[in-house]
């Protein structure tokens, strides 16, 4: 069921969103060359239960890390582990935090030091199509607006749009209803002031398809070629929407 935030429901979220755009502050500070998935991993961790709050993906359904850390050709649900940064790596950071029972969800992709101008571009066009997706975002419209203009400013840039996974409802799970594609679809349902959406494009480089590794986590292109995910937490408002996610 798709839920009305009230106007607590709204501050606690707020609350969240806000500590886990410090957090991906804080990590990024850390991300360079060198640096392990899992110091990114404890960085964060240890942030995030510095300001009193919790990270929302430890042990949800199982996932062995505070954060997901995805390389290069791993779009998403990257498990931290020994892997070093190297030079020119795509590094998909993605962050939940809950406080007070309440999530918040984050993602921000990051190229360390330098890489090619067509990987550039997918970075930034991954950024801009989030962008994209929120501007369709207002009580009244559909919840198919979104995806309709991310997947097409994706398709005028040339990048794969990746369809097995969504964006979604966030509250008192990090993951509710409704389900957010980021691609054109029949779904009718209209969007409300008061609801609570994660809105996360995940494009990539080469062609839409994908492969689950056998951590029955990550997910990679099947082309090898890299993927970029932006995401931010935000709320429907009667005339646009307000982002839980930033400062």
Not at 78 to 89: C, E, F, H, S
Not at 145 to 152: A, F, P, V
Not at 192 to 208: C, D, H, Q, Y
Request: net charge negative; charged share 25%; aromatic share 6%.
């Amino acid at each position: 069921m798709i839920s009305i935030k009230s106007e607590r429901e709204i501050e606690l979220m707020k609350h969240a969103g806000h500590i886990n755009y410090l957090t991906h502050l804080e990590v990024a500070k850390h991300l360079k060359v060198g640096i392990t998935t899992k110091e990114l991993n404890d960085i964060a961790h240890k942030f995030i239960l510095k300001n009193d709050c919790q990270p929302s993906f430890l042990n949800y359904e199982g996932y062995p890390a505070s954060i997901c850390v995805s390389v290069n050709d791993e779009i998403v649900h990257g498990i931290p582990g020994k892997r070093k940064i190297k030079n020119g790596d795509v590094v998909s950071i993605d962050i939940g935090v809950q406080y007070k029972g309440y999530h918040s969800d984050s993602a921000n992709t990051y190229i360390v030091g330098k890489a090619s101008k067509e990987v550039e571009d997918l970075v930034e066009n991954t950024r801009k199509s989030l962008y994209e997706g929120l501007s369709a975002i207002k009580s009244g419209a559909k919840i198919s607006d979104i995806g309709s203009k991310i997947e097409n400013f994706a398709q005028k840039n040339n990048l794969g749009v990746v369809r097995e996974l969504v964006g979604h409802g966030v509250g008192t799970s990090v993951h509710e209803e409704p389900d957010v594609p980021n691609y054109y679809t029949k779904d009718t349902r209209i969007l409300k002031e008061g609801m609570v959406i994660a809105v996360e494009p995940m494009l990539n480089l080469g062609t839409r398809h994908v492969y689950m590794e056998d951590d029955d986590w990550t997910i990679k292109t099947e082309d090898g070629l890299p993927s970029a995910h932006f995401e931010h937490t935000v709320l429907v408002t009667k005339d646009g929407y307000v982002i839980l996610t930033g400062e």
